[in-house]
């Protein structure tokens, strides 16, 4: 049986060797095994090596895997202060593999993917890898969407608003059992929903430490990846949604902060973390912190009930993995709710 995410390379090599300026002699493609919604290829070619993006194969979303988003934002996001990799080329629907894809240039350096960062050579590598995210993240939420040509990727304002009803019917729509702490949680999201505070900016939508590569030989940030989820939104969202990780076990598939001594390991707590930000950004601090975090403990809960009930009504062929996705609920809302009764994090 054929795989359906396999590229043509013969028909593939010409059309970028003509649309893309010194591209030649296509060699190997390569499919990245870390599970992205959007399938990515390594390119290996005499000219250099490049990276592929395209959608999944089969009928789609509208609204999903819009892989154009993703390359419009990181080509306005390249005259900026956020590292991105430069962007080469945007095929149309009707391209060689069937369906949309861009080619952006390889980035070398490291991608890191636990959040102790076993690797670094010491805790003030440690330290400096997590000052480095947090100054990319301030540098994403000071871009000018106007002067950068994205004024119109979303929509302004009523952020938190518009994103509760979304996520809230979503979850319902995939309900599978009761679970108290999410039903707890959805109310007081709505009971505390902040008033809206005009505050709009580019948001990433899954900033974490993996979604990014360093350089190789140092603690900075060289490219941030995977903006599939990038919108006009409230800054605070993406704050808040990388702060989980400093709540969630390190033990789960999460790979958190939670249960490990980071003190020990040189990494910054969760408030200071969150103060240096709000330093980089010249504001007094985030009101509604506990809203904030909270509302990033729902959406994740929501996406992954939408995973675990279409594993259930696909007869999923790992079954084993789908039941990760329902305990993941659970485990999410838990934590939430200890946010909202005051509990010290782990």
């Known amino acids: 049986m054929s795989d359906p995410n396999a590229l043509d390379?013969?028909?593939?090599?010409?059309?970028?060797?003509?649309?893309?300026?010194g591209f030649s002699g296509l060699q190997n493609i390569e499919k990245f095994s870390s599970g992205q919604s959007n399938p990515t290829y390594l390119l290996t070619a005499r000219s250099g090596r490049y990276v592929l993006r395209a959608k999944p194969p089969g009928a789609l979303l509208k609204s999903a895997h819009q892989v154009d988003r993703e390359f419009r934002v990181m080509k306005a996001l390249a005259a900026t202060a956020v590292p991105v990799p430069p962007v080469l080329h945007l095929s149309g629907e009707d391209s060689p593999i069937g369906r949309m894809f861009y080619v952006m240039a390889f980035v070398e350096g490291r991608i890191l993917w636990?959040?102790?960062?076993?690797e670094a050579a010491d805790n003030t590598e440690r330290a400096a890898i997590y000052d480095a995210m947090n100054g990319t993240?301030?540098?994403?939420?000071?871009?000018?969407?106007?002067?950068?040509?994205?004024?119109?990727?979303?929509?302004?304002?009523?952020?938190?608003?518009?994103?509760?009803?979304?996520?809230?019917s979503q979850y319902r729509a995939?309900?599978?059992?009761?679970?108290?702490?999410?039903?707890?949680?959805?109310?007081?999201?709505?009971?505390?929903?902040?008033?809206d505070d005009g505050l709009v900016s580019l948001v990433h939508g899954d900033y974490r430490l993996d979604n990014m590569i360093f350089a190789p030989d140092r603690p900075q940030v060289?490219?941030?990846?995977?903006?599939?989820?990038?919108?006009?939104?409230?800054?605070?969202?993406?704050?808040?949604?990388?702060?989980?990780?400093?709540?969630?076990?390190?033990?789960?598939?999460?790979?958190?902060?939670?249960?490990?001594?980071?003190?020990?390991?040189?990494?910054?707590?969760?408030?200071?973390?969150?103060?240096r930000y709000c330093e980089r950004r010249k504001i007094d601090g985030i009101r509604n912190w506990t809203f904030y975090?909270?509302?990033?403990?729902?959406?994740?809960?929501?996406?992954?009930?939408?995973?675990?009930?279409?594993?259930?009504?696909?007869?999923?062929?790992?079954?084993?993995?789908?039941?990760?996705y329902g305990e993941a609920v659970r485990l999410l809302s838990a934590l939430a709710v200890q946010s909202i009764d005051g509990d010290k994090q782990a």
Not at 114 to 118: E, G, M, N, R, V
Not at 150 to 168: I, V
Not at 174 to 195: F, G, K, N, V
């Open 137 to 168: 993240l301030a540098a994403l939420h000071d871009v000018d969407i106007e002067a950068a040509g994205l004024a119109d990727f979303g929509k302004p304002g009523s952020y938190f608003e518009r994103q509760l009803g979304r996520w809230t």
């Open 174 to 195: 995939s309900e599978t059992d009761a679970i108290a702490d999410m039903d707890r949680l959805i109310a007081w999201l709505e009971e505390h929903l902040p008033e």
């Open 222 to 275: 060289v490219a941030v990846l995977d903006w599939e989820l990038s919108t006009l939104g409230h800054p605070y969202a993406d704050i808040a949604y990388q702060c989980m990780q400093w709540r969630l076990p390190h033990s789960s598939g999460f790979r958190g902060l939670a249960g490990i001594d980071r003190a020990s390991l040189g990494i910054p707590d969760e408030e200071a973390y969150v103060g």
């Open 114 to 118: 636990d959040p102790a960062l076993p």
């Open 293 to 324: 975090l909270c509302f990033s403990f729902f959406r994740l809960a929501a996406i992954c009930q939408g995973v675990y009930k279409r594993a259930l009504d696909g007869n999923a062929s790992n079954p084993e993995k789908a039941r990760t």
């Open 9 to 21: 390379q013969a028909a593939l090599a010409p059309y970028l060797e003509a649309h893309i300026p």
